[in-house]
T-cell receptor, first 111, second 112 residues
Framework: DSGVTQTPKHLITATGQRVTLRCSPR?????VYWYQQSLDQGLQFLIQ???????AKGNILERFSAQQFPDLHSELNLSSLELGDSALYFC??????????FGPGTRLTVL | GQNIDQPTEMTATEGAIVQINCTYQ??????LFWYQQHAGEAPTFLSY??LDGLEEKGRFSSFLSRSKGYSYLLLKELQMKDSASYLC?????????????WGAGTKLIIKP
């Protein structure tokens, strides 16, 4: 158990819909990262937050957005969903050592 | 540009030794991570190298040569549960922030 929690574990929705994925980092970690991993693909970095502020952006679509709240939990919002958005979405957190610890992921299926 | 290369897939036999290589070309280097990822599960941290040389952790060892832009992960006494993908990631510094550049991963298949 990494100490990072993600909800929900599974999510099934239809094209055009909007969903919100939630992540709680390890106790004391200020950085949160979001990744997308499609079937049999590598990890695609989406976005990083540090203590409530956006710190780095990767290949995140304009239809996707994220935020980190004062209690340090983070949410990833995916809108106007397409079939190609079906993937595993991982959240990771890190402290001062920069080692990232991953949550169990949310499996999103868009039908 | 930023580039990390790993073999796509490797096969090894239970009880044997396997070496998974990772070469990188990045603008800046602040360390290299290895992660293990079983299918459908989260990546889990294995090792971190920032200085040249070999770091040993039980059956797993990781080596780094910064001058050659090269690292390897060595797995000894292979077990069936070692069947997984192994991800190499380089830590770089950009815009006052550290970030990880991820390789595509090496899928390791262990045969009895």
């Amino acid at each position: 158990d990494s100490g990072v929690t993600q909800t929900p574990k599974h999510l099934i929705t239809a094209t055009g819909q909007r969903v919100t994925l939630r992540c709680s980092p390890r106790s004391g970690d200020l950085s949160v990262y979001w990744y997308q991993q499609s079937l049999d693909q590598g990890l695609q970095f989406l976005i990083q937050y540090y203590n409530g502020e956006e710190r780095a952006k990767g290949n995140i679509l304009e239809r996707f957005s994220a935020q980190q709240f004062p209690d340090l939990h983070s949410e990833l919002n995916l809108s106007s969903l397409e079939l190609g958005d079906s993937a595993l979405y991982f959240c990771a957190s890190s402290g001062t050592a920069d080692t990232q610890y991953f949550g169990p992921g949310t499996r999103l299926t868009v039908l | 540009g930023q580039n990390i290369d790993q073999p796509t897939e490797m096969t090894a036999t239970e009880g044997a030794i396997v070496q998974i290589n990772c070469t990188y070309q990045t603008s800046g280097f602040n360390g290299l991570f290895w992660y293990q990822q079983h299918a459908g599960e989260a990546p889990t941290f294995l090792s971190y190298n920032v200085l040249d040389g070999l770091e040993e952790k039980g059956r797993f060892s990781s080596f780094l040569s910064r001058s050659k832009g090269y690292s390897y992960l060595l797995l000894k006494e292979l077990q069936m549960k070692d069947s997984a993908s192994y991800l190499c990631a380089v830590k770089t510094h950009r815009d006052s922030n550290y970030q990880l550049i991820w390789g595509a991963g090496t899928k390791l298949i262990i045969k009895p």
